[in-house]
Nanobody, 114 residues
Framework: QVQLVESGGGSVQAGGSLRLSCAAA????????MHWFRQAQGKQREWVAA???????THAESVKGRFTISRDNAKNTVYLQMNALKFEDTAVYYC????????WGQGTQVTVSS
């Protein structure tokens, strides 16, 4: 069964850091482009970052220089390192894989207090 499980969310003060993890099961994420999305309450889901199967990374302008996506193929896990967090980064963060269609994780809440 193809599955993504996020972890690492929580509450942090503005300026702090968190690292999100997304563990894949049922497939090798080295074969997929992996994404992080987020959805704040009352807003549409927005794309945050992606890493391709060959390791090319891209980040949304709103997080560039603060967030970093990475992957560990040996652990079949993708990470999102989030530094210098802002109140507006508060959202549910979702991991997604482009693997025979798009596979979504269940999401993990990140709350940043000002």
């Amino acid at each position: 069964q193809v599955q993504l499980v996020e972890s690492g969310g929580g509450s942090v003060q503005a300026g702090g850091s968190l690292r999100l993890s997304c563990a894949a099961a049922g497939f090798s994420l080295s074969l997929a482009t992996m994404h992080w999305f987020r959805q704040a309450q009352g807003k549409q889901r927005e794309w945050v970052a992606a890493v391709t199967s060959v390791g090319t990374t891209t980040h949304a302008e709103s997080v560039k220089g603060r967030f970093t996506i990475s992957r560990d193929n040996a652990k079949n896990t993708v990470y999102l390192q989030m530094n210098a967090l802002k109140f507006e980064d508060t959202a549910v963060y979702y991991c997604a894989a482009d693997y025979i269609g798009r596979v979504w994780g269940q999401g993990t809440q990140v709350t940043v207090s000002s």
